[in-house]
């Protein structure tokens, strides 16, 4: 009905009208794209039948933005790093070229946080981020621009990397939609920072999307060959499904208590699903995902099978420099001295903190294991988790400071290997997003990408920003 060179425009449009709010796009690609849709419009009215087209490039001439720690041909590649800040991409990430061989069209690269390691998409590069919703409010980290372009009608699909919840922080803050696919399935070649040691095993790249229906066609893509470890072309029967629901992580010290109306907006979902597919959702409380953060902190600092230790963040944040010292950078900043954000420095202190208690530490990561064995018992080939995405709404700028561990929600499943669907469930009575997550255990993506298609239907999906 409409040409590829029409889209394309009314996607650029678009971003140059609510950008300058939002902040999302920090480097544009329009020229190269239109020209890229000028090829797709020629190629449709020269080329073979629709069929022929459809299977060899599925994404054929759909927009799609690109988080700015990928490599994106001629985008810069600095991951909110000041001393990268010089730093152009010389090739594509590996999912990038799938999705450009796919027919997609980036746009441009989006924001993130300094060294993709905090919830708050903010550096030294290129600002902060603002949620469409309410722009005194953050979009999440951190693939931060990703869920923030998309939410504001920006682009229709969004490539994210996760390792504690950078993809569904931002879908859920943002109202999308963003899946963590099973561990080791998508490849993360071509990002900076990527993952060495221990944590190849819990850096996961995924989608994010606006409708849920484009999940599962964009991560065909991403996982190429991978692919073949799912079961995407399983069919699902809902009402076969075992439900289980978990409404908070049982009390961490270190965690906010979880938001009267997200406990409102999971219950709707369970109720709905008992009344309509006919299930009996059942409530389970596992007693160790109270110390998520915990196994989390152990795990990500453990050493791999070959004992090799996990990368510093201190190492990472001297990339192009001089070594940093984090207690400096800290004096630094307090005079407005320092090129690093607050929460990276805050990260590099406490790292050294978590290796000084080395048999606590190992015996957090044989919980992790232990609860993993559970989580894995508890689904089975045909169950899924319901769990909150966080345990507040989109906070108020900055103020993340204040909670730095709520990220715990999500970051426990990246230790697990699980894959995970954030799921949109509309706006609460602030008219931010609400949302949930849906877990099932490795390799069984299909049952929470099928449950988040019938939960999109149910409760809406997600709403344009100032809709309401």
Same mark, same amino acid.
């Given at each position: 009905?409409?040409?590829c060179i029409?889209?394309?425009?009314?996607?650029v449009?678009?971003?140059?009208?609510?950008?300058?709010?939002?902040?999302?796009?920090?480097k544009d690609?329009?020229?190269?794209?239109?020209q890229?849709?000028?090829?797709?419009?020629?190629?449709?009215?020269?080329?073979?039948?629709?069929?022929?087209?459809?299977?060899?490039f599925?994404?054929?001439?759909v927009?799609?933005?690109?988080?700015?720690?990928?490599?994106?041909?001629?985008?810069?590649n600095t991951?909110?790093?000041v001393?990268?800040r010089?730093v152009?991409?010389?090739?594509d990430?590996?999912v990038?070229?799938?999705?450009?061989q796919?027919?997609?069209?980036?746009?441009?690269?989006?924001?993130?946080?300094?060294l993709?390691?905090w919830?708050?998409?903010s550096?030294?590069?290129?600002?902060?981020?603002?949620?469409?919703y309410?722009?005194?409010?953050?979009?999440?980290?951190?693939?931060?621009?990703?869920?923030?372009?998309?939410?504001?009608?920006?682009?229709?699909i969004?490539v994210g990397?996760?390792?504690?919840?950078?993809?569904?922080m931002?879908?859920?803050?943002?109202?999308?939609?963003?899946?963590?696919?099973?561990t080791?399935?998508?490849?993360?070649?071509?990002?900076?920072?990527?993952?060495?040691?221990?944590?190849?095993?819990?850096?996961?790249?995924?989608?994010?999307?606006?409708?849920a229906e484009?999940?599962?066609p964009?991560?065909?893509?991403?996982?190429?060959p991978?692919?073949?470890?799912?079961?995407?072309?399983?069919?699902?029967?809902?009402?076969?499904?075992?439900?289980h629901c978990?409404d908070?992580?049982?009390?961490?010290i270190?965690?906010?208590?979880?938001?009267?109306?997200?406990?409102?907006?999971?219950?709707?979902?369970?109720?709905h699903?008992?009344?309509?597919?006919?299930?009996?959702?059942?409530?389970?409380?596992?007693?160790?995902?109270?110390y998520?953060?915990q196994? +989390?902190?152990?795990?990500?600092?453990?050493?791999d099978?070959?004992?090799?230790?996990?990368?510093?963040?201190t190492?990472?944040?001297?990339?192009h420099?001089?070594?940093v010292?984090p207690?400096w950078?800290?004096?630094k +900043?307090?005079?407005g001295?320092?090129s690093?954000?607050?929460?990276?420095?805050?990260?590099?202190?406490?790292e050294?903190l978590?290796?000084?208690?080395?048999?606590g530490?190992?015996?957090?990561?044989?919980?992790?294991?232990?609860?993993?064995?559970?989580?894995?018992?508890?689904?089975?080939?045909?169950?899924?988790?319901?769990?909150?995405?966080h345990?507040?709404?989109?906070?108020?700028h900055?103020?993340?400071?204040?909670?730095?561990?709520?990220f715990?929600?999500t970051?426990?499943?990246n230790?697990?290997g699980?894959?995970?669907?954030?799921?949109?469930?509309?706006?609460?009575?602030?008219?931010?997003?609400?949302?949930i997550?849906?877990v099932?255990?490795?390799?069984?993506?299909h049952?929470?990408?099928a449950?988040?298609?019938?939960?999109?239907?149910?409760?809406?999906? +997600?709403v344009?920003p100032?809709?309401v």
């Open positions: 009905q409409v040409t029409e889209v394309v425009e009314a996607y449009e678009r971003i140059k009208e609510v950008n300058p709010l939002i902040n999302a796009v920090v690609r329009f020229e190269e794209a239109l890229e849709a000028r090829q797709v419009d020629k190629l449709l009215s020269e080329g073979p039948g629709d069929d022929c087209l459809e299977e060899k599925p994404l054929l001439g927009p799609i933005t690109v988080k700015e720690a990928f490599s994106l041909y001629g985008m810069p991951s909110g790093l001393n990268r010089n152009i991409a010389t090739s990430a590996t990038v070229s799938r999705l450009k796919a027919g997609a069209i980036p746009l441009g690269v989006t924001n993130c946080s300094e993709c390691m919830y708050e998409s550096n030294r590069v290129y600002g902060r981020t603002n949620n469409p309410d722009l005194q409010r953050i979009v999440g980290g951190s693939s931060g621009g990703e869920g923030s372009v998309l939410a504001a009608a920006c682009s229709v969004g990397s996760d390792i504690g919840g950078s993809i569904r931002p879908a859920f803050f943002n109202g999308v939609f963003g899946h963590k696919p099973t080791g399935v998508v490849p993360n070649d071509g990002q900076f920072p990527n993952a060495h040691g221990v944590r190849t095993s819990y850096l996961c790249t995924g989608p994010m999307c606006r409708y484009d999940l599962e964009v991560l065909r893509v991403m996982a190429g991978g692919v073949n470890k799912l079961k995407l072309n399983e069919k699902v029967s809902l009402e076969k499904i075992k439900f978990m908070h992580d049982g009390g961490s270190f965690v906010s208590p979880v938001d009267k109306e997200i406990l409102q907006a999971q219950k709707r979902v369970v109720e699903l008992e009344s309509d597919l006919g299930v009996q959702v059942q409530r389970v409380a596992i007693h160790k995902m109270k998520s953060f196994i +989390w902190s152990a795990m990500m600092s453990s050493k099978s070959e004992g090799q230790e996990a990368q510093r963040f190492d990472l944040l001297g990339d420099g001089k070594p010292w207690l950078e800290l004096m +900043w307090l005079v001295m320092s690093h954000t607050l929460p990276a420095i805050a990260l590099g202190l406490t050294k978590v290796n000084l208690n080395l048999s530490k190992a015996k957090l990561v044989s919980m992790g294991k232990s609860l993993q064995e559970e989580m894995e018992a508890l689904l089975g080939p045909d169950g899924v988790l319901l769990y909150p995405s345990p507040t709404i989109a906070p108020k900055h103020s993340p400071i204040c909670m730095p561990f709520n715990a929600y970051a426990i499943f230790v697990l699980l894959p995970v669907t954030q799921c949109p469930l509309g706006l609460g009575s602030e008219g931010l997003p609400l949302g997550q849906l099932a255990a490795a390799y069984n993506d049952l929470t990408l449950v988040a298609r019938y939960l999109e239907k149910a409760f809406g999906g +997600w344009l100032g809709k």
